[in-house]
């Protein structure tokens, strides 16, 4: 198809197709004349999962690094996942301790070797973030963030497809990373709901 | 103290500090001269908790309207949560389906009237994200997520002070948005070691 029908598929514009062709999230259509290339179901599938991921907050940087993550061949689930998580995560700043980080997540199952090194920057990055703004976690709530993650990560990976390899990428990358925006939206609603049990409403 | 030594106390520079005064999210400090102002410890730990906010991603305006709902003398701990959610979520469109979200959320304990709408709203966002996407969670994924979502939220609301209304407002509102990021840390840090318990390691 060509670029006007790709447009009137998916809904992003002409010029905005062109620019993730620029930028080289898109790949290229097949030259069909000088001035005119093809697009397939590929290129239609593609630009769903480009704007999704830009959608959930992701910049064009760290969406160029998951798509490498989705095209890696013979990539298998655990190494994508690792490669997923660090495209979209700060590099480990040396000056980042890493010592309560690594405390907390022992309480995940985690050890030395486990991870890709960026997620544990992630943790300890929030944790520096909490304290800078003298926020404690309470003792008791702690455990239940742990056990919550535990819990979560252990349904998704059990539902990791084994059946082909690029429904386990799709599923591994994109389930990691668009996900999260409903957990936290589940996770407020929740709260909401627990603290008008405990609390009551406005008009009580 | 002179704005020079809020600026030594808090790392936080002065050209910064004078412009969270002009936006509105730090409050003037005593005129002690004409070209001079007096500022006490309101000041720092009003600084620790606009760097928290911004550190974690949340914009000036999102600020701004978090610290007014801090500041509200009066309001209880669930008027605030919803106060706190709505400054940190986009206003619901009038074009978003809440259906779906509705539908969902009632495994959660919601019911109409419960919610502030905007925290729904960032369900539907969060549903429409992952259907442009052509992801689809698996169906014994999601009540996971669900009970995840209340057991922390349980957890939280119990664990809200009651003894001052100002602790109360603080744990409220800081806890809900700056525990964003640990969350969404711990479950990376936790699907690798799922993933590498599954798959295995790269060396494998």
Known sequence: MRISELSARTGVTVPTIKYYLREGLLPEGERSAPTQAAYGERHVERLRVIRALLDAGV???ETRRVL????????????LLGTAHAAVTPPVDEHLDLTDAERLVSGLGWRPGACDPAVLGDVARALAGLERAGFTVPEDVMPVYLASARAIADAEITGVPTDSAEAAVRYVVLGSVLVEPLLLALRRVAEQVASFERFGGAEH
């Not at 490498?68 to 190494?79: C, K, N, Q, T, V």
């Open 59 to 61: 910049s064009i940087a």
């Open 68 to 79: 490498e993550a989705l095209d890696a061949p013979s990539s298998r689930p655990h190494d």
